[in-house]
């Protein structure tokens, strides 16, 4: 079941913050962020994995909340590299495929 | 650093033709897969294998699919009669840890257009 990310899309000015939303209607295992820019493969930024764990990655952090079978990616101070599509991929059993979701298209300008 | 690497970067086929996409994945990796993202939309799961078989499959991996490891470092993905809706990115990815337990590398992708 693929999970539901919010927004869609998101505009910011260079050193605006943003959250990115991803939620399921299942239990998980674990989250997976990743970010892809226009014409590039998926990069993987991190993983979350039951426990409601947060992780840090540069100024870029991410929370994992068991119970509301959600994660929240944050990126604090933007900066215009960070432009791209960031896709939340989730894990119901520890052992399967990633699905990922539609993906939030985020565009960081001067 | 060590790299997931795929040929041909970009394929035009005729519809009704075959099709084999290429992959070579990161050598000590064990779990392969392939996705696949129509233009500006989601990537999609289609395939994983493991120890020489497919282990799981989405329902977009139909009978027309398939995938084999012929020779050890290749992993491949055919495609046998193509669809117009077959057009699209495929993602070749490798890892070295249990699927959904670690990172995936993906390769630059394969865009297949259908014509």
């Known amino acids: 079941q693929q999970p539901v990310q919010s927004p869609q899309a998101v505009i910011l000015r260079e050193g605006e913050d943003a959250v990115i939303n991803c939620s399921s209607s299942?239990?998980?295992?674990?989250v997976h962020w990743y970010r892809q820019k226009h014409g590039e493969a998926p990069v993987f930024l991190m993983i979350?994995?039951?426990?409601?764990e947060q992780k840090g990655h540069e100024k870029i952090s991410a929370s994992f909340n068991e119970k509301k079978q959600q994660s929240s990616l944050y990126l604090t101070a933007s900066q215009l590299s960070y432009s791209g599509t960031y896709f939340c991929?989730?894990?119901?059993?520890?052992?399967?495929?990633?699905?990922f979701g539609k993906g939030t298209r985020l565009s960081v300008i001067a | 650093e060590p790299e997931v690497t795929q040929t041909p970067s970009h394929q035009v086929t005729q519809m009704g033709q075959e099709v084999i996409l290429h992959c070579v994945p990161i050598?000590?990796?064990?779990?392969f897969y392939w996705y696949r993202q129509i233009l500006g939309q989601k990537v999609e799961f289609l395939v994983s294998?493991?120890?020489?078989?497919?282990?799981?499959k989405s329902e977009i991996f139909d009978d027309q699919f398939s995938v084999e490891r012929p020779d050890g470092s290749n992993f491949t993905l055919k495609i046998r009669s193509t669809k117009l809706e077959d057009s699209a990115m495929y993602f070749c990815?490798?890892?070295?840890?249990?699927?959904?337990?670690?990172?995936?590398?993906f390769g630059e992708g394969s865009r297949l257009t259908v014509l």
């Open positions: 991929g989730t894990d119901f059993r520890g052992n399967t495929p990633l699905v």
């Open positions: 990815a490798s890892s070295g840890n249990l699927p959904g337990t670690g990172e995936l590398f």
């Open positions: 299942k239990a998980l295992y674990s």
């Open positions: 294998f493991y120890n020489n078989e497919i282990s799981e």
């Open positions: 050598s000590n990796h064990l779990y």
């Open positions: 979350l994995l039951k426990g409601g």
